[in-house]
């Protein structure tokens, strides 16, 4: 399909403080064809003058709170940059470059990261489902998600961007003095000039909205968040547990116990997706089916599918309810992210 690597123009954010927030990071998406994803490359340094610094689990990469575009106004696709990162690692069974200087005086220290931040739904195969007629299979149809979740930006004429947002710089390296903190952003989009129109009303987004955010404060059981439902077709889940608040961040599942995945379809009968498990379980199931990755502490992925098949996700408009619920014995300053990783309109 003529795939093409386009340079976008480059972004740049600088920190005063390590407690101030750069403003928001925009990048024109000028080409008007469709976009397969963006290579994002995170390149910066900064001084320790003083002490020996305290650098959070994640590393640089959670300097970027967000990745989303901008179409025409509305804010689609946004993933946190943390989870972008470990999504990274399922999708190529292996992390993507990151660097982190080690702590201690010096000038100049480098730091980069490496991130692919993808327009189709990951890793997800499409299947054969028999049509029928009066319980009399007719022929076959191939359902497939992924091609129409390619943005065709010839649906959006006015302006898109993709915009970066930023986290505090102590968010990523704390506990003495950090200055002249920069970094730039190089942005290379993968287009498909000559692939087939999409249609505005096939269009899908690939995106992991955050469901919520929960306190982890005070220990409970199988407590509920609700997850999206109706014009969903829900791949999976991704938690990511810890002080996410302090400087620098903490990651790491200890105040989370387990978890389940439970619904109730529209016909009436309930079902369980995933029985109540330990966070190392789940970690080792996307191990064993994505040749043996781990996870950064602290993140968990709960696989809708992990045949890949597009028929082991989650048809959202079937159900009535559809439920995260997770046991947390409660651990001060903690919060869990709950992000769903779903296709829609």
């Known amino acids: 399909m003529d795939e093409q690597k386009v340079a976008l123009p480059l972004g740049s954010a600088a920190w005063a403080l390590v407690g101030t927030t750069p403003p928001i990071t925009q990048i024109k998406i000028a080409a008007k064809s469709v976009l397969k994803g963006i290579l994002l490359e995170l390149a910066g340094v ?89 319980g009399v299979v007719t022929g076959y149809t191939l359902r497939d998600v992924s091609s129409r979740t390619l943005l065709d930006l010839r649906n959006y004429p006015g302006d898109v961007y993709l915009e970066i947002v930023w986290n505090p710089f102590n968010f990523y390296a704390s506990g003495n003095t950090q200055t002249l903190m920069s970094a730039t952003l190089r942005a290379t989009a993968i287009v498909l000039p000559s692939y087939r129109r999409i249609p505005m009303a096939s269009q899908l987004h690939f995106e992991a909205p955050l469901q919520e955010q929960v306190d982890m404060t005070a220990t409970k059981v199988e407590y509920a968040t609700d997850l999206l439902r109706d014009g969903v077709y829900s791949r999976g889940l991704h938690l990511r547990c ?43 199931l996307v191990a064993w089916n994505h040749n043996g990755i781990a996870l950064r502490a602290g993140h968990v992925f709960i696989d809708h599918s992990s045949d890949k098949s597009f028929g082991g996700g989650t048809d959202g408009n079937r159900l009535a309810l559809y439920q995260s619920a997770n046991d947390i014995t409660g651990t001060a300053l903690t919060t869990m992210q709950i992000a769903q990783l779903v296709a829609r309109k």
Not at 68 to 78: A, C, K, S
Not at 271 to 282: A, E, N, Q, R, Y
């Open 242 to 284: 810890g002080t996410l608040a302090a400087t620098p961040n903490v990651t790491a599942t200890t105040a989370l116990t387990g978890s389940l995945l439970k619904g109730q379809f529209k016909s009436g009968p309930s079902v369980s997706f995933v029985d109540k498990v330990p966070p190392g379980t789940l970690r080792n």
């Open 46 to 134: 900064y001084d320790q003058s003083v002490g020996a610094e305290v650098q959070g689990t994640e590393g640089c990469v959670n300097l970027i709170q967000e990745v989303r575009i901008n179409l025409e106004g509305t804010m689609r696709r946004v993933f946190k940059g943390p989870m972008l990162f470990e999504l990274n690692r399922i999708m190529n069974e292996g992390a993507m470059a990151q660097v982190d200087p080690v702590v201690g005086v010096a000038a100049a220290k480098p730091f980069s990261a490496a991130f692919m931040y993808p327009m189709q739904l990951f890793d997800t195969q499409p299947d054969v489902e028999a049509v029928q007629r009066g």
